[in-house]
């Protein structure tokens, strides 16, 4: 028999800010993934075990740059990792704000501790944005992978992956009344 489970009533804002912190994590495997794609050097992939988000970046930028890459997925994989930098850098003030309500049910008054000061940068939020920030990085996700997986498929006589614009290809869930949107019309 099951004991009786408590009521718990949904927070739209707990649930965004876990939607970012999950794609957040996401995208720190992804770009070990994306180094161990480039690099195939067992010391590095260890080394970069170690390192945070901002680090993996910049390891997989240097890759990028050493490498036998062809010049379009090297322009390609540069672009995803500076936006991977933007992505992360959104995730951090997400995840290490001191977040709260102002009432309205929309907007949440961010508080960031500014680095290297007494201070805090103060910055207005929103359950929205942070949901964008989450698909935009899952979105990214796909693009890396893409993207690496075409700097090496020649060296193995691999197709490559087509780029498809504008074509989404995560649809994250951020509600109970979100629609599926792969799923097929009654109309």
């Known amino acids: 028999m099951q004991a009786d489970k408590p009521d718990r009533q949904r927070n739209p804002l707990l649930e965004a800010v876990g939607l970012v912190t999950i794609a957040g994590a996401h995208l720190e495997a992804r770009l070990r993934n994306l180094l161990s794609c480039l690099a195939q050097e067992p010391t590095l992939l260890k080394l970069a075990n170690t390192e945070n988000t901002g680090r993996l970046i910049y390891i997989c930028e240097l890759a990028v740059e050493g490498l036998d890459v062809p010049e379009q997925d090297r322009a390609a994989l540069s672009a995803c990792l500076k936006e991977a930098g933007r992505l992360q850098e959104a995730r951090s003030r997400v995840v290490h704000s001191l977040l709260l309500h102002n009432g309205n049910g929309i907007e949440v008054l961010a508080l960031k501790?500014?680095?290297?000061?007494?201070?805090?940068?103060?910055?207005?939020?929103?359950?929205?944005?942070?949901?964008?920030?989450?698909?935009?990085?899952e979105e990214l996700r796909?693009?890396?992978?893409r993207c690496g997986w075409n700097s090496v498929a020649h060296k193995a006589g691999m197709s490559r992956i087509p780029e498809t614009e504008g074509e989404q290809h995560v649809h994250l869930v951020t509600g109970p009344e979100a629609e599926d949107p792969t799923a097929a019309s009654s109309d």
């Not at 201070?119 to 990085?137: D, F, L, P, S, Y």
């Not at 796909?142 to 992978?145: A, G, K, S, V, Y």
């Open 113 to 137: 501790p500014a680095r290297k000061s007494l201070g805090v940068n103060q910055w207005t939020a929103t359950i929205e944005g942070m949901e964008r920030t989450a698909h935009e990085i």
């Open 142 to 145: 796909f693009e890396m992978f």
